[in-house]
């Protein structure tokens, strides 16, 4: 495996670190399920939010993690699920805040997927793929951890969507020639603005069940006309 | 880590992978919990379906993800998923498809695992071990993400066991000299009857509990031949 | 990636693995879900708990996992698994044996985990992580396989907390220059020691909710004296 030539400066990654461990506390003292958390469960939820999508990437790509090359990766996720938690009392009521934290979130680690991705050498799709698994594998172990359904996986605000855009406009830009850190921009740029659109404007794919109900309305509506009664 | 001197065919595996989002989104599109799945939701038990199996197989062989190294895969998965997410209103009641290409799909995930692992130097227990896993592993991510009980795990229908007995069989046929390619075929038709014959006569595993149960009406049953009361 | 100087002695392995296996067996065995487990769901708890932490640790270092490069492992997690299917009828009610297998189990996987990703070259942070990684990450396994809440995220008995320390003793020991075998045993000790010391006392760490309402409670109080009423 060649050595990457383009290598995400360190202070970005600690800041999406930081971010996603900040998130991922707020998250998880917020919730109230029949079995509590304890401090060292909301932790664990923060540095799971901050560090589990560039794990996921990285044995994706087949490389060691780069989140446990160094020692900042860890004492950045720890002392923001400690801000999260302390923040937590305070910021209960502000949702906006961590629904925005959120979209840039996702934003940054769906970029940084994507473009680490095209940097080994992955063709377009499976660094679009590996971008979205970054963007949203945190949140899955989150949910997995904590015994939640899987908020990808049901009707909601087209979260994985947001991602996918964001990860397939950076593959895009940097295919036509565009430099990665500029792809990368409008990459962040896309997946937060559409997912905080999806948010506002309460948007979300259909169901599976809704179409298959719509088809057989359709169908139950020709048969008069097929068989007429009279 | 030497260059495997057996490639699976790309169109082997496409199949593999085809098959396995096609039978992923009929599962996921007859499933009915608290929480709907929409069409993001049933594509991803597709993706997992057709290429989980491979990941895994690759991430326990400690290689970068075969699945990911060309654009096919991830193309061929959202393909098959598309097409059983359109065909699952006209299959709903069609019952032994669903089973049918299980059975197909798991014998051809295990039998690429066991072979690869055998290739890249695996003994032979390790070898057979990756195939099952290979084989179960994208059922496992499913039940996983769709927050229903692992399906391997509980009184079922022989599932694993058939994994087990094709991969076995792939593995001592090689080691008895046969051309791996042969034996892969081997392995694959093993596990596909097994499986078929298992849900046929509808076998499963004695349960932990009855077994115990059964020991200890044994023990009381021996208790007034060693103690007589009268 | 450079030849580790230093190698876990095979039987060291070999006995965490089988006391792993037997324990996971032991707690299977006496799992009454709504959902029973049969004799597969049994042995596969028993590898996953005996092979899980060596797992998770070699896929954290982006290293090929040990434990399938020989035939041992799985046999003897095997093996450990039937023995504990066997026993768990006689030890059912001796649930300090499980509890102290426990413990003892949890030490061995967190010191190899730590002093590997120490070899590995990994800096003190990463590698205590690796080992409290390795050593809950078979129970995380069991849980979500077993579709039981996460044991280690919920208001318990210092579980991670007790592997935490162990991993540092053992890091920081090391850094002091200390030999990594006798680093190793000082780490196991702590680990055990304050796992069944949580146990027998019945500690935990504070939960969110309590903590958050205390101090609703020490604002509280605090209203009157700043204004006074009267």
């Not at 469960?41 to 560090?51: K, Q, S, T």
């Not at 063709?123 to 951890?145: E, K, N, Q, S």
């Not at 990459?187 to 506002?200: D, E, M, N, P, Y």
Request: charged share 10%.
């Amino acid at each position: 495996m060649p050595q990457p030539l383009f290598v995400i400066p360190l202070w970005a990654d600690l800041v999406a670190v930081g971010l996603g461990g900040i998130q991922g506390a707020l998250f998880a003292s917020g919730f109230r399920g029949d079995r509590r958390l304890d401090f060292l469960g909301v932790a664990i939820i923060g540095i799971l939010m901050g560090m589990g999508g560039g794990l996921i990437r990285d044995l994706l790509l087949g490389l060691p993690p780069a989140t446990l090359q160094s020692n900042w990766y860890l004492l950045t996720a720890i002392a923001a699920a400690l801000v999260g938690m302390l923040l937590a009392g305070i910021l209960a009521r502000v949702n906006w805040l961590i629904v925005g934290l959120d979209a840039v979130v996702i934003g940054l680690f769906g970029a940084f997927g994507t473009s680490k991705a095209l940097v080994v050498g992955l063709p377009l799709v499976p660094a679009v793929f590996v971008g979205v698994c970054a963007a949203v594998g945190g949140g899955v172990l989150r949910d997995v951890m904590m015994g939640l359904p899987v908020a990808i996986m049901h009707v909601g605000s087209l979260y994985a969507v947001a991602a996918g855009a964001g990860c397939l406009a950076l593959a895009s830009a940097a295919a036509l020639g565009l430099d990665i850190g500029l792809a990368a921009v409008i990459g962040v740029s896309f997946t937060t603005v559409i997912r905080l659109l999806a948010v506002i404007f309460d948007l979300s794919l259909p169901e599976q069940r809704m179409l298959y109900r719509r088809k057989v309305a359709v169908e139950t509506a020709a048969i008069p006309i097929v068989h007429p009664k009279a």
